[in-house]
């Protein structure tokens, strides 16, 4: 069972980053244990051998052919190379500290992925302020998120580091200017790696979407293959067809990609579902299963999934009290303009169940 959260910059980047990291040589002072993951494959299938099979599995989470055990896995790996870290060299212990700081983002640690970062008083490898860019996004800091793109300047590919800071501009204003002043560097996308062309195509989808050309969105991610597509986009692609009302192009389409709904991520399943209820299918595996993974959720107190849990008790079965718990438990941990809208909106359906 997985989760991406709608926000081209907030996951777009862990693709991005992986793809930046491969040329440098990456850190914290505890173990991570993340108890909410529960596995059941063999103990040989969860052996890594290096930091790149690593990142590139952390990265692959991402995406609907993952297996669902990919975060489990890192962390064990993590913990293993804790272990040893001070005999690794500065390179190693600069991206063993990034992908512990990507588990603790990954699970809305947000304080404590920056906490951890700090380790490293200098970061050679842009991956580090990628991931300082994102977690001050989630947290709704554009200021920080920019000043942290800026520092990619030099360090990365111009079509990267101008995709972070526009981004990071438009996430505190959404104004068509900025739209139009990242769509200006589309040519540089002709010799950009698969992955930066990827993510830029994703912002700009967004960015349309926010701006409601839903659309000019599904023209831009229609750059990428779907099943190419990271679910971060998947969820953006879903919102531009319900702008268009284009439900059963939603349910057609993941039908056909989504071979397995027990371990698909939580976001899909919940588009999936909103899909269905708008073609009046009130009942059928995808929402069985969505309901099974959030009454998980609800008792776990589960703080990662609480955007989805609050939108679930919003849209699908109404339960205003726990739609309001889970948003304001979600606006502990992500303060985005998304999750204000979110908590806004629980508050209004709560307050109108009251006085009903």
């Known amino acids: 069972m997985k989760f991406a959260k709608h926000s081209a910059l907030k996951f777009g980047l862990a693709g991005v980053s992986i793809a930046l990291s491969t040329s440098f040589t990456y850190a914290q002072s505890q173990q991570l244990d993340f108890d909410t993951v529960i596995a059941s494959w063999k103990p040989q299938q969860l052996s890594i051998a290096n930091t790149n099979e690593a990142e590139k599995l952390l990265s692959s989470s991402r995406y609907i052919s993952s297996k669902g055990n990919e975060r489990e896995r890192v962390t064990r790996f993590t913990n293993s190379m804790r272990a040893n870290f001070t005999s690794l060299n500065a390179g190693q212990q600069e991206r063993l500290v990034i992908l512990e700081a990507r588990l603790l983002q990954g699970i809305h640690r947000f304080d404590q992925a920056q906490e951890h970062l700090k380790q490293i008083t200098h970061f050679h490898s842009p991956a580090?302020?990628?991931?300082?860019?994102?977690?001050?996004?989630?947290?709704?800091?554009?200021?920080?998120?920019?000043?942290?793109?800026?520092?990619?300047?030099?360090?990365?590919?111009?079509?990267?580091?101008?995709?972070?800071?526009?981004?990071?501009?438009?996430?505190?204003?959404?104004?068509?200017?900025?739209?139009?002043?990242?769509?200006?560097?589309?040519?540089?996308?002709?010799?950009?790696?698969?992955?930066?062309?990827?993510?830029?195509?994703?912002?700009?989808?967004?960015?349309?979407?926010?701006?409601?050309?839903?659309?000019?969105?599904?023209?831009?991610?229609?750059?990428?293959?779907?099943?190419?597509?990271?679910?971060s986009a998947m969820l953006v692609w879903a919102d531009a067809n319900f702008q268009l009302e284009n439900y059963e192009a939603v349910t057609t389409t993941l039908t056909r990609y989504v071979l397995n709904i027990k371990k698909a991520d939580d976001g899909l399943l919940l588009k999936w579902a909103v899909a269905e209820r708008a073609q009046d299918i009130t009942s059928s595996m995808v929402q069985s299963q969505l309901s099974k993974n959030m009454k998980i959720r609800v008792w776990r107190e589960d703080s990662s999934h609480a955007a989805q849990v609050a939108t679930y008790f919003l849209d699908i079965e109404p339960d205003y009290p726990l739609a309001l718990r889970f948003a304001e438990l979600n606006w502990q941990y992500a303060q985005a303009i998304s999750d204000k809208s979110l908590l806004e909106r629980a508050r209004r359906a709560n307050d109108v169940s009251n006085n009903a």
């Open 128 to 231: 580090a302020y990628l991931l300082m860019a994102d977690i001050a996004m989630q947290q709704g800091d554009a200021k920080r998120a920019k000043e942290n793109c800026e520092k990619l300047v030099g360090k990365t590919s111009f079509l990267i580091a101008f995709t972070c800071i526009v981004n990071a501009e438009f996430s505190k204003t959404a104004q068509a200017k900025l739209l139009q002043k990242l769509k200006a560097f589309e040519d540089y996308t002709s010799n950009a790696r698969p992955a930066e062309r990827q993510w830029f195509y994703e912002v700009l989808a967004d960015m349309s979407l926010q701006l409601g050309n839903a659309e000019a969105a599904l023209e831009y991610l229609s750059q990428t293959e779907f099943e190419e597509l990271p679910i």
